[in-house]
């Protein structure tokens, strides 16, 4: 029963014929606005106070309850709306926006379904740690104890009760005029800096469009920082110095402290791996990496770690079973210093030595200042890491990027990818059987240059998240690595990226199945169901929403020329990359890890 707006936009000069339809109603950023004291719709006050609070920028979908709501956002200077084709979708742009920004955005949705669409983009966000404000709007509050069609409170669908278990708070607007300063507790709670996250703010349509005169609030930023004794991370260091075969392990809490750790391993010479959600937190490049640990894992870290670790220091992951995987960061016998804001991650998969309740920036900081005091370096890993390189290929196939098979062989597919997208592109992939070539061939330089929504691994989730880091940096090329199923799930999603005209190349996996599922199951049973969908043509289906797109059949039909000229028109464009879909990587998948984690640890 959602309902949708008419909208009455301005014509776009230059727009092909095709996206000139409801081209952009996003509004460019403009000075933030002095605040509005004047009484109005409180819609509009809470509005106002997240622009305020540097919270400018909405994606959503309009229905009928939060429609006060999306008009306070149109009426907003400094406000601009994404409107979305689902609300999970919108849910992973923003986690994608705030990637590329550092900015939380918000999310719109109207009540009932809208509501309940919302649930696994909030948990995803959930998951990774993004700080995200969720604005749900209700039916009359007033109506309490009345059966309303999409009745959200206590006693229609409890939206409180339902997202309680994936925000950091939620909170109901009880009167208008207390709803901005409700609209900050949100802010404040989404953004706490020890435990950042999605917030709930739900705005009955009665509170939302009455008027109310905004009163005057003061806030008083939250600069929060853990920082660690200087006498564990001297211990740690000194431990780390003089083992046989250390080892740093950097999951996606490091991420916001890249050029610290980046610091660390230029000065302490010791080799280090990734969890597949930091992938190239500091660039797989550097001599010292071995690239990601956990799920399809280079064989460089698997080597080094099954031939055991003595002592390890863990950075801001959860070492959860993707993280870990076929590659066990401690050996027998061996010391784990696990550093983190959160201390329920200790001691849970891998038994912990040392528990560091710490901010990571600041343990880095503090580590890099010990051993430049005290000069301390660990000369015998070196040998070990250059000889492992010297005889190891870091990839199952060394040879992939010249795979001249008669079929296209997905790692020959990302090789091709990563060539013809050029040094500068951001990737990000979806979940399914494409992630585990995505994670394993791609070689990414940098912090920014690679992303994955692992922490709940929806599926779908990269297509969205490549969209909002687009929005948020329209000056690089976004490639999203994806698979046929994860489209089928949400393509509508790139009618987005066409109204924004955003440089996203989708490059879609195409094996006409269910694959991950498809190999994980026969693993697990014995059994091979098809799992199987009809081919879909997604170039016929691109072309139908006037986005360019091409079908890649064969390795090297792909190069950085033939990218440029489908790219030159602007805007998105979609690959349909038949590949082979028979093709594996050994000991990579989720039921792999599964099966590894499922044996009793000490």
């Keep these: 029963m959602k309902s949708t707006f008419a909208s009455v936009l301005p014509p776009v000069e230059n727009a092909e014929p095709t996206t000139s339809v409801r081209e952009s109603y996003i509004r460019e950023l403009a000075p933030r606005p002095e605040p509005d004291r004047s009484e109005s719709q409180a819609a509009r006050h809470v509005i106002a106070a997240l622009v305020e609070a540097g919270i400018d920028t909405f994606f959503g979908i309009p229905g009928g309850p939060v429609c006060a709501i999306f008009d306070a956002i149109l009426e907003t200077p400094g406000a601009r709306l994404v409107e979305s084709r689902h609300e999970s979708a919108a849910a992973f742009e923003a986690c994608g926006y705030y990637r590329a920004t550092g900015r939380v955005a918000a999310v719109v949705a109207t009540a009932g379904p809208g509501a309940t669409n919302l649930v696994t983009g909030v948990a995803s966000a959930h998951c990774e740690r993004v700080p995200m404000v969720v604005v749900c709007g209700d039916v009359a509050w007033a109506s309490g104890g009345r059966r309303l069609a999409q009745a959200s409170g206590p006693e229609g669908l409890d939206l409180e009760h339902m997202f309680a278990s994936i925000t950091r708070a939620a909170i109901r607007v009880a009167h208008p005029r207390s709803a901005a300063t409700q609209a900050l507790a949100v802010v404040d709670a989404a953004t706490d800096p020890v435990r950042p996250g999605p917030a709930l703010l739900v705005v009955p349509i009665d509170c939302g469009a009455a008027n109310a005169v905004a009163t005057r609030t003061e806030r008083t930023p939250s600069h929060r920082r853990s920082v660690p004794s200087r006498d564990v991370v001297a211990e740690t260091c000194e431990m780390l110095a003089g083992a046989l075969r250390p080892l740093l392990v950097f999951g996606a809490g490091c991420r916001p402290f890249a050029a610290e750790l980046r610091r660390l391993v230029d000065l302490f ?106 000069g301390l370096r660990n000369g015998r890993s070196t040998a070990l890491v250059r000889e492992l390189k010297a005889n190891t290929s870091a990839f199952e196939v060394p040879e992939f990027a010249s795979d001249v098979g008669p079929s296209l062989r997905p790692h020959r597919a990302v090789a091709d990818l990563q060539a013809a997208a050029g040094p500068d592109a951001r990737f990000v992939a979806d979940i399914g059987e494409h992630m585990l070539f995505a994670l394993h061939y791609l070689t990414v330089p940098g912090p920014d ?154």
């Excluded at 959600?277 to 001599?287: C, T």
């Excluded at 098809?530 to 091409?550: H, N, Q, R, Y």
Aim: glycine share 12%; aromatic share 6%.
């Design 269 to 374: 010479d010791i080799p280090f791996v990734t969890t597949p959600n930091a992938k190239g937190v500091v660039s797989e490049l550097h001599p010292r990496s071995l690239r990601h640990g956990g799920l399809a894992a280079s064989y460089w870290a698997r080597t080094y770690t099954t031939r055991g670790v003595d002592v390890a220091l863990v950075l801001g992951t959860d070492l959860d079973d993707a993280s870990i995987g076929p590659t066990r960061y401690i050996g027998e016998g061996g010391r784990l210093v696990h550093v983190d804001v959160n201390p329920s991650v200790f001691h849970r998969n891998l038994p912990t030595h040392i528990g560091v309740v710490a901010d990571i920036g600041a343990f880095a900081e503090t580590m890099c200042d010990v051993v430049e005091e005290q």
């Design 449 to 602: 240059a690679f992303s994955i929504e692992l922490g709940l691994g929806s599926m779908g989730s990269g297509i969205c998240s490549a969209i909002g880091l687009s929005i948020g940096d329209r000056s690089r090329r976004v490639v999203c690595i994806c698979g046929d199923g994860g489209m089928q799930m949400v393509g509508m999603e790139v009618l987005v990226a066409v109204r924004e005209r955003l440089p996203v190349v989708f490059a879609v996996f195409n094996d006409a199945r269910y694959n991950m599922v498809y190999h994980g199951f026969k693993a697990l049973t014995g059994r091979a169901p098809g799992w199987e969908t009809p081919w879909v043509d997604f170039v016929m289906w691109a072309k139908s929403m006037g986005i360019a797109a091409l079908r890649i059949n064969h390795p090297g039909e792909l190069t950085a020329a033939r990218l440029e000229r489908l790219t030159s028109g602007g805007g998105p464009i979609v690959l349909d990359m038949r590949i082979d879909r028979n093709v594996r990587l050994k000991g990579a998948g989720r039921v792999e890890v599964l099966r590894h984690m499922s044996v009793p640890q000490p």
